[in-house]
């Protein structure tokens, strides 16, 4: 919100446009701007004024937090932090009606890709339909159905910011999306293994240890790891350790994007296009070579929010 106010100066009087922000750790910042008139409050020009004095302090925050190295160097954090800081003032900006709009659609994309990703067969428009008609297709395969509208409700559950990152949120993650699929619920209970990836998972009896110590890894780093750093190491992690029967990509790709928010950043969506990069990347990391996935979802990040949400950026 800008707030306007009088400051007398040598005797003269000037008046000033106001907003106030938090950065991540809290603290307030106020940025002033001297305007001739109070119409000139809200106009697009101090707008953008204060949006990129706003996007400055982010980029100054995140600087002095994270270490920039060689993949999220200096210039990328600062290209990522203006994405963040438009993607707040996005949200901040649209009605509710449009906030739901946003959300379906970012829904229905993320829900078609990461169920491509792993073999289901229905296409985008079977996708909207089954989410948004409330429609079955006719002919399609009653699993990959539960598998739309499952994905459907985690991704409630992701915006609304309830999928807490702690052993029992996970499981009920899991339980959330392959709810009526025929999938054992609950940790696994017998060895399974990976397709298109060279690696033994975790064994059964050791899952929920190597899962205390990914979650204890996270809680430790997650104030000092750039978050697409923290993400891409918790992702690689996570689907080596394999804690479920079935349904552990989408489990994966969902606990990013939840780290992601809960760090204030936009969500990002692995297209099943890049299904062969994507499962590379982590047969490298498997192999002790990380940086390929980092690389991977950076650029994913960047581009889900040019492709997506900066769409909405620039119409408003």
Do not use: C
């Not at 906030?99 to 078609?112: C, E, G, K, V």
């Not at 990914?214 to 394999?242: G, M, Q, T």
């Amino acid at each position: 919100m800008v707030n306007t106010r009088t400051k007398k100066i040598n005797g003269k009087e000037y008046l000033y446009a106001e907003r106030s922000f938090r950065l991540p750790d809290g603290k307030t910042k106020k940025i002033s701007k001297i305007i001739k008139r109070e119409s000139e409050a809200n106009s697009k020009k101090t707008n953008d004024y204060f949006s990129q004095k706003t996007i400055l302090e982010y980029q100054k925050y995140a600087l002095n937090k994270y270490r920039a190295g060689h993949i999220i160097t200096k210039d990328e954090i600062i290209k990522i932090e203006e994405m963040k800081v438009k993607y707040k003032e996005l949200m901040r900006k649209l009605t509710k009606k449009q906030i739901s709009d946003i959300l379906d659609r970012f829904t229905a994309n993320f829900t078609y890709e990461s169920n491509a990703i792993e073999g289901n067969s229905l296409t985008l428009k079977d996708v909207t339909l089954i989410m948004s008609e409330r429609i079955v297709p006719e002919g399609k395969d009653l699993r990959e159905v539960y598998e739309t509208k499952n994905t459907r409700e985690a991704n409630e559950l992701l915006f609304n910011k309830k999928i807490i990152i702690s052993i029992k949120g996970i499981i009920k993650l899991h339980e959330v999306l392959i709810k009526d699929t025929g999938v054992s619920t609950g940790l696994k209970k017998i060895p399974n293994y990976l397709v298109l990836r060279d690696l033994k998972t975790t064994p059964p009896e050791s899952v929920l240890r190597e899962l205390e110590k990914l979650l204890s890894w996270y809680h430790d780093n997650k104030e000092s790891l750039h978050p697409l750093e923290l993400v891409s190491n918790f992702h690689a992690r996570f689907e080596e350790i394999h804690p479920f029967e079935d349904g552990n990509g989408r489990v994966g790709r969902m606990l990013i994007n939840a780290m992601l928010l809960e760090s204030g950043y936009p969500p990002l969506i692995i297209r099943k296009s890049s299904r062969i990069a994507y499962f590379s990347a982590l047969e490298d990391y498997d192999n002790g070579h990380h940086d390929k996935l980092l690389r991977f979802l950076v650029r994913k990040f960047k581009d889900t929010f040019k492709k997506f949400f900066e769409v909405y950026v620039n119409y408003l």
